[in-house]
């Protein structure tokens, strides 16, 4: 079969649904790509001069995607879901990891006779129980720290500007580590809340082997064994532990990351990478972290051990514990654990925020602002 023009058969072999009528800044033409394959003919046929049609299917267009523009206001809706989902994702994941680290530390905080160090713990765990035995109690621990940290970051951010706002800009600048101490222990009394029911059972699965598998035969074991209520029996330990260990994860590493762009950075915040802003973060959080682990380690003591026996009380633990022991029992491997853990989940909370477009967290002085103001990328 003969063409009788050249631009008359390009254009009868491009599928009809790349059709576009109307032109476009963004729009791609068919023509262009087409011209380059081969040589075109100097000018349009009469036929095709005189039809309107034919001129407007002269440049077929292929409108490009709009990805949309609107970004996060600060202090909206839109900005406490993100930092709540932020929160699942930093503090889910990386307790999940762990959970090898945090199966040691739970036993030898039960059984220091039999779980003297922590080489000897990971070696009688892998002897008795396998590799597969360190990842007891992951989906309870997953789930129970996800909902612990949509609470805690969600809220943190929250209860930052509502105290701020009411203290007033010039006493939020003033009194700061104030504003974040009290933010970030009201956060905490609602995540633990959520957390308790999954901790509860987390322990009881990775301490007393043959219990349960995990949280879905663990949970209708607990509570046929204790009762609802006892899923709560661990909530003021685990206020004693979480809130002290919230409050010096969050105030300490606002102030952390403030004194790292003021004297080690070599310009402002807003001036450096998003990459350099996340590595500062990890730095800040670790180093939190470290503080942390150190100011809430009694009270993880008391909760595991409460968790692990019915009708364990506080002075069952320190008469068996001791109340030095209660300060030093897996101090070191908390130390490791918790440090890198806070430092993992400022990195990945504040990654989520830039993923998302919004800045990272600390580093300026706290400035309340409206809630119309937009984010800065």
Not at 31 to 37: D, T, Y
Not at 185 to 210: M, N, Y
Not at 218 to 234: D, H
Not at 337 to 361: E, N, R, S
Request: aromatic residues 12%; charged residues 15%; proline residues 7%.
């Amino acid at each position: 079969m003969a063409f009788a023009d050249g631009s008359s058969s390009r254009q009868s072999l491009i599928p009809s649904f790349l059709y576009a009528s109307s032109a476009s800044s963004r729009s791609l033409y068919l023509e262009k790509m087409l011209a380059s394959s081969g040589p075109r003919s100097a000018a349009p046929t009469a036929a095709a001069a005189a039809s309107p049609a034919a001129a407007d299917r002269s440049g077929f267009l292929i409108p490009a995607p709009q990805e949309p523009s609107k970004k996060i206001a600060m202090y909206s809706p839109e900005f406490y879901a993100a930092c709540t989902f932020g929160g699942i994702l930093s503090c889910g994941l990386t307790h999940m990891t762990v959970t090898p680290l945090d199966l040691v530390k739970c036993n030898m905080q039960i059984d220091p006779a039999k779980y003297k160090s922590i080489s000897s713990g990971f070696g009688i765990l892998l002897k008795e129980q396998g590799v597969r035995g360190f990842f007891r109690g992951w989906v309870p621990t997953l789930l129970g720290y996800s909902a612990q940290g949509a609470c805690k970051f969600g809220f943190y951010e929250f209860f930052k500007k509502y105290y701020s706002d009411i203290a007033g800009p010039e006493f939020s600048a003033k009194y700061k580590t104030l504003i974040y101490l009290a933010g970030s222990a009201s956060a905490e009394v609602i995540a633990d809340v959520a957390l308790c029911p999954f901790e509860a059972v987390k322990v009881r699965v990775q301490t007393q082997p043959g219990f349960a598998r995990g949280l879905s035969d663990g949970l209708p074991k607990f509570v046929k064994s204790e009762g609802a209520l006892g899923l709560y029996k661990g909530i003021v330990p685990l206020w004693g532990r979480q809130i002290p260990y919230t409050m010096m994860k969050f105030a300490s590493f606002e102030t952390i990351v403030e004194m790292i762009y003021k004297y080690a950075m070599p310009q402002p915040k807003d001036q450096c990478s998003k990459g350099l802003q996340l590595g500062v973060s990890f730095a800040g959080g670790y180093v939190a972290g470290v503080f942390c682990a150190i100011v809430s380690h009694p009270a993880d003591n008391l909760v595991s051990f409460l968790n692990n026996a019915k009708g364990a009380t506080v002075g069952d633990a320190v008469k068996k514990l001791g109340l030095w022991g209660l300060f030093t029992r897996g101090l070191p491997l908390r130390i490791v654990m918790i440090g890198t853990l806070t430092g993992a989940q400022w990195g990945i909370y504040d990654a989520f925020k830039v993923f998302v477009g919004l800045p990272t967290t600390g580093g300026v002085t706290p400035a309340p602002a409206p809630t119309t103001e937009l984010a800065k990328v």
